[in-house]
Structure formats: structure tokens, C-alpha cells
């Protein structure tokens, strides 16, 4: 079983940057699909970006797509997501997720198909 530790969220100003962490625990983090998935007050968690355990496929929802880039590194056990540009819209509780299965397309947008999850971390985008 893996445990994910979100790091990196803050307080940035419309335009800014913030990079998020993601490290998890075990030695099978190179054969999980990793997602990003965010929250805002009021509405329901929504797919933000997602990295596929081989190739590093890379998907993204259309609202982030040219914004942010999602990123791994197996060695260090750690998803990374680079937020710039970013917009009051943004702001979020950010969870980072694990598919134990390593899949990809008709997969990694959905929330049901990931195994495990991280606290979360709060990013605020002011105007």
C-alpha cells in the first residue's frame, strides 16, 4: 500500500507559479499511473493531470492545457505538477493520486480508478 505526501500549495497572485510535490511511499511507485485532481469550495474533485506509468504519457484537462506540466521522477519516488499563468479559478485543494494498475486512456481521468491518495494541499490564486 502506498501513502502520497502533497507538498508546495500556497497563496500566489493571478499570473504566478507554484510547483507541486508528491511523494510517495514503497518500491512500486514506477508502475502506478499518477494523477493530479483538485477541489474547489462548493463543486466536485475534477481531473487536472495525469502521467502514465511507462511511457510518461501525459494528459491534461483542457482548462490547464499550456499552463501546467506534469512531471515524474521514479528514482526520487516523486509526481511533480508546474503550475503557471495561473488564474483565480485555480484555486483548489490539490490531491495527488496513485493507480495501482498503471493504466492509461479511459482511465486517468476518472477518480473512481485510482487506489490511492494524499491529504492534499491547498493552492489560493488571488486577482
Known amino acids: 500500500q502506498a501513502q502520497l505526501v502533497e507538498s508546495g500549495g500556497g497563496l500566489v497572485q493571478a499570473g504566478g507559479s507554484l510547483r507541486l510535490s508528491c511523494v510517495a511511499s514503497?518500491?512500486?511507485?514506477?508502475?502506478?499511473?499518477m494523477g493530479w485532481f483538485r477541489q474547489a469550495p462548493g463543486k466536485e474533485r475534477e481531473f487536472a493531470a495525469a502521467?502514465?506509468?511507462?511511457?510518461?504519457?501525459?494528459y491534461y484537462t483542457d482548462s490547464v492545457k499550456g499552463r501546467f506540466t506534469i512531471s515524474r521522477d521514479n528514482a526520487k519516488n516523486t509526481v511533480y505538477l508546474q503550475m503557471d499563468s495561473l488564474k483565480p479559478e485555480d484555486t483548489a485543494i490539490y490531491y495527488c493520486?496513485?493507480?495501482?494498475?498503471?493504466?492509461?486512456?479511459?482511465?486517468?481521468?476518472?477518480?473512481?480508478?485510482?487506489?490511492?491518495w494524499g491529504q492534499g494541499t491547498q493552492v489560493t490564486v488571488s486577482s
Open positions: 502521467i502514465t506509468r511507462s511511457t510518461g504519457t501525459t
Open positions: 493520486a496513485a493507480d495501482m494498475y498503471g493504466r492509461g486512456r479511459g482511465w486517468y481521468d476518472k477518480a473512481y480508478g485510482y487506489h490511492y
Open positions: 514503497g518500491r512500486t511507485f514506477s508502475t502506478y499511473t
